[in-house]
């Protein structure tokens, strides 16, 4: 009898185990892909927007986006509810979280160059 309430015990122990690890893995957060962020800032945002320190083109309406980086106002929340908004002037994306947390990386990695 002791050795079937053991296994029952161990059995309950090893889902309970496993349901922890799968509920961890589903909350882990996804480091967003600077790789991603530049080619999708050069698909959608290069029309308008400088998107990388080298460039040179004067007379945009658009700021750059080593400006963007570099205002004292841009903070990773700043620009998640930038680019969840719709703008005016801006084409609406629909980026999904993991496009715009790989974009707001992007323009971010730019504020130290
Ligand atoms: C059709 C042109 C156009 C495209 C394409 C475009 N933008 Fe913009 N964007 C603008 C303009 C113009 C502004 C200036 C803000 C304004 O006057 O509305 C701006 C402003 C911004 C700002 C805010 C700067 C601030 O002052 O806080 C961010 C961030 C931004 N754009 C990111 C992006 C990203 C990321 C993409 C690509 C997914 C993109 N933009 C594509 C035209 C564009």
Redesign the pocket.
């Known amino acids: 009898m002791r050795v079937v309430w053991t296994g029952v015990i161990a059995a309950g122990l090893f889902l309970t185990l496993d349901f922890a690890t799968s509920r961890a893995a589903d909350l882990t957060v996804r480091t967003p892909d600077l790789v991603d962020g530049k080619a999708?800032?050069e698909k959608?945002?290069s029309?308008?927007?400088m998107i990388s320190p080298g460039e040179k083109r004067a007379g945009d309406?658009?700021?750059s986006?080593t400006s963007?980086a570099r205002?004292p106002?841009?903070t990773e929340m700043?620009?998640r509810a930038?680019?969840q908004t719709p703008?005016?002037?801006?084409?609406d994306?629909h980026?999904s979280r993991d496009e715009s947390a790989d974009?707001v990386a992007y323009?971010l990695s730019l504020s130290d160059n």
């Open positions: 999708m800032a959608w945002c029309h308008c927007h309406a658009a700021p986006f963007i205002m106002s841009t700043s620009l930038f680019l703008h005016v002037r801006m084409p994306y980026l974009l323009i």
